[in-house]
């Protein structure tokens, strides 16, 4: 699987000239000019030059003769003008002799196809072929169909990875397996898509819509209707998609997926991720080249002249990587538009959503989004402890399949291929061989009944200790035991502050020591090289495994502070999102925090659950969206606010969501240190080291950690050995050097 998403501030080149910067004196009479030899191609606030003099300079024009905007054409001929209003514009040469481009119309994004040009397209069933979008650009697609003579229920994996090529058909047969014919559709500028690639900028979405629509006019897709499919990339373009409302789109199934491309993957608490968001950015300029992806050059070579041809606006893409490093902070106007907790109140049709709290790739932190999908008429989710492919599991893929047979195929589900095709794709993901899976029985029932049946079970499920199923081999990914919710965020939810007290105690009652009492105040230096930047440093995709080594190493004494409860007299479990509240000075004007959360067991040993990350200086609150349980700072350039020397301050951090059942006897701990050592693949652009860090605790300064318990949950007896949990890391419990 490839690494999947976060990108963030990537849409920041998406923002349209400022007026007041452009010069006017190059403003042209409307005197005709003689037409020019390159031809141009309008599109969705995109106007595409072709044919032209590398090097040269040219002008959009609008229908008033005044420049707009201006570019470079690159050494194959083309330029590409983003971020036009719509209207009418011609293309002029800076130089003698002055030329123009016949009048091209730049359309808006709620120009809509007639349906008769979906129809119009015939696409190659089974086998490689083409969609045409809007604009008349071509997207690269594959199609495999079940047997049988159709029409099939049908489903649509879109990305910027490879779904279209011919010989990546791995997951793809699981659906054909299942019964399902199965489109694989690569974004513009991707594989043999035409276009320029920029991470989901608008009309990547509308391109979305126009596939779907295309799809499902085809004789063979069952009802004319379509589903979307996949995890990671494809699964966060399920929710761009939907947003644009397909009207033959009946349901999505976003797996593994991000809620806000900035906050929870590419910048975590304002902190760029180097580690794996910065690699995944790096990994999309090198596919997005000419023939970036060498499956492409392969159906070129053959004869694909299409394919070929689509590659003339590569050299167009934004420079992901310096947007990136541009962008440090937050900007509404660049972010939201990449930020699906934004907008995923537009998506109308069922939602099937899956994922692990820890996953390694995207972060985890996706669930806060679930409240937010306000016009769906039913959204289906399940959490999990564990990594990236975890939505894939075998707890949650039975339920995924009923919820594809219920809502696109419209009948009732058939899980019986699951048999077979499930253990397959476990064993390739975990290592482990011969698991078996859980499926519901809806023999004998109708669609109706079936539907009835599905809608009755909670939408929301927690899926607690994946990794230590009964009978199951050791980190395998099923879970040890469940829960249903009737909602997110779950219902009846409480707060269990633990206070920071002396002696590096939790407790439940807030300090009542004097500011300055001995003992109040403890300090860290703060050292982002105390320990490897991650905890795992083997293959990317091995880390599925059942078998993988981490290395959570405890931080050198002095170099992070940490609290711990006395033992829970009762289990204690605990779902969503958790907040450390911070009285903070540092001798720097800027620190930057990482927070742990973890269980010391009784036996001596410590299991991450949960961590949080957040850069001092961007601290500010959003009030509206805060909550006593989640932190949201605005992480805004206007907001950003150095420490004040020799003083106490107020900082929160959040710690993403997470689902944990603490058990009697056990001991909670949080942790505070230098952002490194706590994640997987996670590592981070940290301030420079040298600061020395002091958390105070006591009547005016009352530290504390504030976590999301929930009652009526069973929880067996027993806890589960040491580093069979999945994404959870175990290691020996070493107290703090006193």
């Known amino acids: ?32 000019l003689p037409l020019a030899s390159f031809t141009v191609q309008p599109g969705v606030e995109q106007l595409a030059v072709r044919g032209a003099i590398p090097g040269e300079t040219l002008d959009a024009v609008d229908s008033t003769g005044k420049k707009v905007t201006s570019g470079m054409v690159d050494t194959v001929g083309a330029l590409l003008f983003r971020q036009l209003k719509p209207g009418s514009y011609t293309v002029r040469t800076t130089s003698d002799p002055l030329m123009a481009s016949t009048t091209a119309t730049v359309m808006d994004r709620t120009t809509q196809p007639a349906q008769s040009f979906y129809d119009a ?60 014919a199965y489109v694989g559709v690569n974004m513009r500028g991707t594989g043999c898509s035409g276009g320029s690639y920029q991470f989901f900028e608008y009309v990547q979405s509308l391109d979305g819509y126009d596939a779907i629509e295309a799809v499902a006019a085809q004789p063979w897709a069952l009802d004319h209707r379509v589903g ?44 760029l991720n180097t580690g794996f968001a910065v690699s995944w950015a790096q990994d999309r300029v090198n596919s997005g080249k000419p023939y970036g992806e060498a499956w492409s050059k392969k159906v070129a070579d053959a004869g694909d002249k299409t394919c070929a041809a689509n590659q003339d606006l590569r050299l167009q893409n934004p420079d992901l990587l310096q947007i990136i490093k541009d962008n440090p902070t937050y900007d509404p106007a660049i972010g939201d538009v990449i930020a699906p907790v934004t907008f995923v109140d537009k998506i109308n049709v069922p939602v099937f959503l899956a994922g ?54 419209k009948k009732a589900p058939d899980v019986s291929a699951l048999a077979a095709a499930g253990p397959l794709l476990a064993g390739k993901l975990t290592g482990v061989a011969g698991l078996k899976v859980p499926l519901d029985d809806y023999s004998g029932l109708t669609f109706e009944q079936s539907l009835a049946k599905f809608e009755a079970q909670p939408p929301i499920r927690v899926l607690f200790e994946e990794g230590d199923a009964a009978g199951q081999p050791k980190a395998s990914n099923l879970p040890r035991f469940e829960a ?6 779950i219902p009846g ?52 495994h059942a078998d993988v080594n981490y290395q959570w190493l405890p931080l ?18 605990a779902v969503g999102s958790g907040s450390v509240d911070l009285w903070l000075q540092s001798t720097a004007a800027d620190t930057d925090l990482e927070v742990t959360l973890s269980e010391v067991r009784p036996d001596g040993t410590e299991v991450m659950i949960q961590s949080g990350w957040l850069r001092a200086s961007q601290r500010k609150l959003d009030d509206q969206q805060s909550t006593e349980l989640r932190p949201v700072q605005t992480h805004l350039a206007a907001d950003a606010e150095p420490l004040p020397a020799g003083r106490f301050v107020p900082v929160r951090v959040e710690l993403f969501p997470f689902g944990y059942a603490f058990r009697a006897g056990s001991q909670i701990r949080i942790s505070v240190e230098a952002p490194a050592g706590n994640r997987a693949v996670w590592a981070f652009d940290a301030l420079p080291g040298g600061a020395t860090n002091q958390i105070a605790s006591d009547a005016e300064h009352p ?25 959870e890391p175990c290691r020996p419990y070493v107290p703090p050097a006193s």
């Open 556 to 573: 050198p004494a002095g170099k992070s502070l940490s609290w711990i409860s006395a033992p829970l007299t009762a289990d204690t479990v």
């Open 493 to 544: 939810t409480k707060p269990l502050a633990l206070y920071f007290a002396k002696g590096g105690a939790l407790q439940s009652t807030a300090p009542t020591d004097a500011a300055g009492t001995a003992g109040t105040v403890t300090s860290y230096a703060y050292d982002p090289t105390a320990v490897p930047p991650t905890f795992y440093t083997g293959n990317g995709n091995d880390i599925w």
């Open 484 to 489: 249903g919710f009737a909602s997110w965020p």
């Open 121 to 180: 397209q015939k696409m190659t069933a089974p086998g490689f072929g083409y969609i045409t979008t809007r604009d008349g650009t071509t997207l690269s697609a594959d199609v495999l169909l079940p047997p049988g003579a159709g029409p099939f229920p049908t489903v649509v994996e879109y990305s910027g990875y490879d779904p279209s090529n011919p010989d990546n058909t791995a997951l793809a047969q699981l659906y054909v397996a299942l019964g399902f």
């Open 703 to 727: 530290s504390r950690v504030v976590l999301a318990v929930v009652s009526g949950v069973s929880v067996p007896a027993g806890i589960a050995p040491c580093g069979s949990l999945r994404g």
């Open 1 to 32: 699987m490839p690494p999947t998403t976060a990108a963030a501030a990537v849409a920041a080149s998406l923002e349209p000239p400022d007026p007041t910067t452009v010069s006017q004196a190059t403003a042209r009479p409307l005197t005709p």
């Open 356 to 409: 692990a709290w820890q996953d390694e790739q995207t972060g985890g932190h996706f669930p806060v989004m679930l409240d937010k999908f306000t016009s769906s008429p039913h959204v289906y989710a399940t959490m999990v402890n564990g990594l990236h492919t975890e939505s894939l599991s075998l707890g949650i893929l039975p339920r995924y399949v009923e919820f594809l047979d219920l809502y696109v195929a």
């Open 228 to 271: 979307m499919v996949g995890i990671s990339y494809p699964g966060i373009s399920q929710l761009f998609v939907a947003q644009t409302r397909p009207p033959h789109l009946a349901a999505i199934t976003p797996l593994s997926v991000l809620d806000d491309s900035y906050r929870s993957t590419l910048y975590p608490g304002g902190i």
